[in-house]
């Protein structure tokens, strides 16, 4: 089993930036790529971004290239989202998850690849 707790979320103004973390436990010894995803009330959960375990390959929503960057560390076992010019639009509960892929060079940006979840964490941006 696979744990994964987010932090980091909270109420922000437009413009503003945040940082969430993922923490991660369990069985972590093999590769995995890590990804972040949103939901916002009343919409499907959507992909955000991913990092492969090697991280040398991500991958980002177009609407969100440039203002969102995704990054991991392997000895800490996390992996963060950078957040940056929030718009009330970004409102959503944000999850990460992991995808035991085995490939170290690989990422997904399908919800149904993801094989452990997170609880979320609430990103609230006022106007």
């Known amino acids: 089993q696979v744990q994964l707790v987010e932090s980091g979320g909270g109420l922000v103004q437009a413009g503003g930036s945040l940082r969430l973390s993922c923490a991660i436990s369990?069985?972590?010894?093999?590769?995995?790529?890590l990804g972040w995803f949103r939901q916002a009330p009343g919409k499907e959960r959507e992909f955000v971004a991913s990092i492969s375990w090697s991280g040398g390959k991500t991958d980002y929503a177009d609407s969100l290239k440039g203002r969102f960057t995704i990054s991991r560390d392997n000895a800490k076992i996390t992996v963060s989202l950078e957040m940056n010019n929030l718009k009330p639009e970004d409102t959503a509960v944000y999850y990460c998850?992991?995808?035991?892929?085995?490939?170290?060079?690989?990422?997904?940006?399908?919800?149904?690849?993801?094989?452990?979840w997170g609880q979320g964490t609430q990103v609230s941006v006022s106007s």
């Open positions: 998850a992991a995808d035991f892929v085995g490939d170290p060079f690989s990422t997904s940006t399908l919800l149904r690849n993801y094989d452990y």
């Open positions: 369990g069985r972590t010894f093999n590769h995995y790529a």
